[in-house]
């Protein structure tokens, strides 16, 4: 059970970039701890992934978001398929132009990997999220091809060719909510996230939870696109585990995060 969270800001919202991502990842972090890592665009377009082999408070402190950035993705890991000593078996994932990330778990990968001829990225990378990406990468901009999916599934992703898109996605058994302000747009796994965002940086944002089949565009803190697919709505988890995976994590990180926006 993984936590994913980001955001999509406006050039023009005067919010702290590195305060939200931080925020984020509190907010998060009792949701695993074998691997952490974020991800953001730089004003060139192009996508800067940064992951450590620990939980969130490893490396709450050196979240480091340039100003002005406008999208950013935020992960913890609980693995379940490719271990993580393997570091691009770690998210935030990247395969071709595409960087993202997936709370779940996508049980025909292999399968994917086979029938469309992909590669994977790394050699050795097994981790089961990186079919979402390969089929993302390979038709960018057509949703459907998340169809193909068997599992649970709620993702985000960034691709280099579309530097204006923030992607999300959620399939099944897994949950995806929204946070909008003025110019902001914040998804995390949980409400209680956005609820930290907003106490941290002094924001109102109104809270929704992202349909299942459903996936959106957002662009400068708005969605601009909406778009329905056909989950595996057969899907069923043999071993649902619980969402709290590391509840010293949450704590620890939450308590840092009331030192580190005091300082701000």
């Not at 936590?3 to 998060?28: E, F, V």
Request: proline residues 4%; contains cysteine.
């Amino acid at each position: 059970m993984c936590g994913i969270a980001g955001y999509s800001i406006d050039d023009r919202s005067d919010i702290d970039r590195t305060l939200a991502a931080q925020a984020l990842l509190a907010g998060i972090a009792e949701r695993g701890a074998d691997a952490v890592g974020y991800a953001f665009r730089e004003r060139s377009g192009g996508l800067i992934v940064r992951k450590h082999r620990a939980g969130a408070s490893a490396v709450l402190d050196n979240v480091d978001v340039p100003s002005g950035t406008g999208q950013v993705l935020v992960h913890v890991r609980d693995y379940t398929k490719g271990h993580p000593r393997i570091e691009a078996n770690n998210h935030p994932i990247r395969h071709g132009a595409v960087v993202g990330i997936h709370n779940g778990i996508i049980v025909n990968d292999e399968e994917i990997f086979i029938r469309r001829g992909f590669e994977r990225a790394e050699p050795e990378m097994t981790v089961d999220s990186e079919a979402i990406f390969a089929l993302v990468d390979e038709r960018p901009g057509d949703i459907r091809v998340l169809e193909e999916l068997r599992g649970a599934m709620a993702t985000a992703w960034l691709d280099e060719r579309d530097p204006a898109t923030l992607h999300l996605a959620r399939g099944v058994g897994r949950p995806l909510w929204l946070g909008s302000g003025r110019r902001e747009l914040f998804f995390a796994s949980t409400r209680s996230a956005l609820e930290l965002v907003e106490r941290t940086l002094r924001v109102s944002l109104r809270l929704s939870e992202l349909r299942q089949g459903r996936a959106i565009g957002a662009v400068d803190g708005r969605i601009a696109s909406r778009v329905s697919f056909t989950p595996d709505l057969g899907y069923r988890e043999q071993n649902i585990l619980p969402p709290v995976r590391a509840p010293h994590e949450g704590v620890s990180c939450l308590a840092r995060l009331v030192a580190i926006s005091a300082a701000a």
